[in-house]
């Protein structure tokens, strides 16, 4: 059980970001969260209600990435979880400024945040980055998708190597229950899940404390290091 650890979540205000922090803060660990709104950041330390500091961040912004490492000195492990602009649609669908604003946000927002952590990340921590099953299967009308995630994965499995000893993993996972979806209403939002979910070995659609124990465990594994964890019901067989 990771504990004792002093650990970085960059995109904690819902989600499996914030299930992650939850999970951590009560394992004991002490825990910064960040995410680009300052009144949901807020809201949900109070939810996790110890062993936790809520920090405005847009992780799009190098300088604001830059000062916010720069005041929290050195600690054990950075998750970066937060959410861009994808591109949806096939590749002749979206719009070359859509992929351009999908990289601008997730891409340069894990770049940005991993750059300006490395110097005060302690040598026997962590980076994790948080992708996404279309990084790992070929499913069409997610290729613009799949780039921003892929190209994300493929800088951790070399990060891994240049940044040794520090640890950078990837955990990718398939279709989760979070509020990414609540732009659909509620019977629409089930529907959607029920479908997707029907479509899986496991047969349904992931929750969000299910992906915080595997970063949990990736955390705290030493042995593992430039690994892709696909955590998807088995989405991508
Ligand atoms: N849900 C899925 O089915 C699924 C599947 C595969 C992969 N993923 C990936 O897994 C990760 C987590 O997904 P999720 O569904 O849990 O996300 P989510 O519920 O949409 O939450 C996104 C988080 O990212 C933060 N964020 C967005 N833009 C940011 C910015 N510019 N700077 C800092 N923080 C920012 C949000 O902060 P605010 O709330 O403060 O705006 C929020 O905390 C994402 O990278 C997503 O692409 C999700």
Redesign the pocket.
Known sequence: MLHNQKIVI?????????ATAQLLANQNNELII????KE??EKAAKEIGKNVVPKE????DELSVKKFFEEIDSFDHLVL????V?AWGTFTQFESQALKNAFN??FF?YYYSAKHAVPHLRKDGSILM?????ARKAIAGTSGVAAV?GAILAMGRTMAVELAPLRVNIV??????????DWMNEEQKQTFFKQMGGKLPVGR??K?DEIAHIIEAVLNNKYMTGSVIDIDGGGNL
């Open positions: 960059i995109g904690a205000s819902q989600g499996m970001g914030f960040a995410s680009k709104t949901k950041i961040l847009d992780f799009t979880i937060g959410a861009g994808p946000t997730k927002g948080v992708i996404g099953g279309a995630n990718s996972p398939g279709l989760v229950d979070t509020p990414a979806y659609i992931g969000p």
